[in-house]
């Protein structure tokens, strides 16, 4: 008999709390965020509330969102022949297309990869947001702790409230059926169509990378040198970053061994004990706020969401070459029909010449060779015109489907990364003031 197992990751309060009412102000309060009260459940983060990426309030205006999804609840299940983690994914939505207003699924990574990849194939030139990355070879033996579990779940929910908020994406019927489905239904759908998109999407990603395109147009080549100077800003913030997370570190160390110096010292000194004693207090309350604001969160509110947003610049790259693959698509396309057109030229003037001069020593078998090859010219060339018309109508479609997604990018990438920003500076202004109301407290003033 076949053996299984569904383990829940961690519990959740007690509380009834619906997607509205939840607000859990960074991904630290999700790993805190649990109770024995109710099992097997976690609930993470909205997107307008988590640190990763805030939606302002202000952006959102007054109109109440008709799409509304959130992943949570990891479950770890163990069968016979593999253990995966699957996620619970709910939504409420007020649409038509919607027969029920709430919805409740379990999805696992691979069903998030397989929506990605559908909307790719469908959306080949819009900004598919990114999923988090697969873990590493050093990872394998960690990809079911607490920590690796719950920071994917944060990832996932990042991911498909920003497919669930995009204006178009959101209507495909991938999404609908990722969202919807039961999981008989869903895994027919996915096994029927996961052969398809290999082979359409194939061809297309080798052409992307494969080549480059000899008329790459400018606008879409300043997107690419403005992603690729981004990509190396943040990539050298996290870095700088994490060089400073780990000096706070040893400073919170050390001044965690002061004190116990300190009150020492002041047992010895008895005239001294008064000071040395507030001083040491003092000291404890700096390394309590720089774990508490600078140190604990750093990974959550800085770290995490830089990196997570880098690989949403990766997608911004993705599609701009694939939009690079329908340009040089078209080219190539142009470049064959005006050979064939040199190619019939070419025949039509020998033909003439051959005429005129009356070469009668040419066999009637070469006559009827270049008459041959004119022939399946003539047909072919209407047909190539077809197909660059069309492939420069795609290209067009796309240029404009690509621009306009940019263009609603760049105003995402204001807003949130003007918000981890805004909280790295929240957090130094509240350490810096504790500390400083300590330091009150221990030294005379006038």
């Keep these: 008999m076949a053996y299984s197992e569904d383990t829940a990751i961690l519990k959740i309060s007690a509380e009834n709390k619906t997607l509205v009412d939840l607000s859990i102000d960074s991904f630290s309060d999700v790993l805190n965020y649990c109770t024995s009260a109710d099992e097997f459940m976690v609930v993470s983060p909205l997107v307008h509330n988590n640190n990763f990426f805030y939606l302002h309030k202000e952006n959102l205006g007054q109109d109440v969102k008709d799409l509304v999804s959130q992943v949570d609840n990891p479950q770890k299940h163990l069968d016979t022949f593999e253990t995966y983690i699957t996620y619970r994914v709910v ?9 029920e207003t709430r919805y409740e699924v379990h999805r696992r990574y691979s069903d998030f990869l397989w929506l990605r990849m559908k909307l790719i194939n469908e959306y080949p030139t819009f900004i598919v947001p990114p999923l988090p990355e697969k873990h590493t070879l050093l990872a394998q033996l960690d990809r079911y702790s607490r920590d690796f579990i719950l920071c994917r779940m944060v990832l996932l929910n990042s991911y498909i409230n920003r497919i669930v908020n995009h204006p178009i994406i959101s209507y495909h019927s991938s999404v609908h059926l990722f969202l919807t489905a039961k999981p008989m239904e869903f895994s027919f759908h996915r096994k029927k169509s996961t052969s398809i998109i290999e082979k359409v999407t194939g061809p297309l990603q080798q052409l ?5 395109s000899r008329n790459h147009e400018p606008e879409f080549k300043k997107i690419e040198e403005y992603v690729n100077v981004l990509t190396y800003k943040l990539s050298n913030l996290v870095r700088i970053g994490d060089r400073i997370y780990k000096e706070r570190k040893d400073y919170c160390e050390e ?8 009150l020492n010292w002041a047992k010895i000194e008895s005239y001294l004990h008064s000071p040395l004693h507030c001083i040491a207090t003092m000291i404890e309350t700096c390394s309590t706020s720089l774990h508490i604001n ?11 969401p830089i990196k997570e947003y880098e690989l949403y610049i990766d997608a911004v790259k993705e599609a701009l070459n694939r ?21 019939r030229n070419n025949l039509t003037e ?19 060779s270049r008459e041959n090859k004119l022939d399946r010219l003539n047909l072919t060339i209407p047909d190539l015109n077809k197909t660059v018309e069309l492939k420069h109508d795609n290209l067009e479609i796309g240029n404009e489907e690509l621009r306009a997604d940019i263009g609603r990018w760049k105003f995402e990438e204001k807003n949130d990364l003007k918000h981890v920003l805004y909280n790295l500076a929240e957090q130094h202004i509240q350490y810096y003031k504790e500390c400083l109301e300590a330091w009150e407290k221990v030294l005379p003033f006038p």
């Design 91 to 99: 939504t409420n939505s007020s649409r038509k297309e919607y027969s």
């Design 208 to 212: 992307a990378t494969g080549y480059k």
């Design 255 to 262: 001044l965690q061994q002061l004190k116990p110096v300190l």
């Design 294 to 304: 600078l140190i604990q969160q750093f990974h959550s509110n800085f770290s995490q």
């Design 323 to 343: 939009r690079d693959a329908l340009q040089l698509d078209y080219e190539l396309s142009v470049e064959e029909m005006g050979k064939k057109k040199i190619e």
């Design 350 to 368: 020998n033909s003439s010449i051959i005429s005129s001069r009356f070469n009668l020593w040419k066999s009637a078998t070469d006559r009827l």
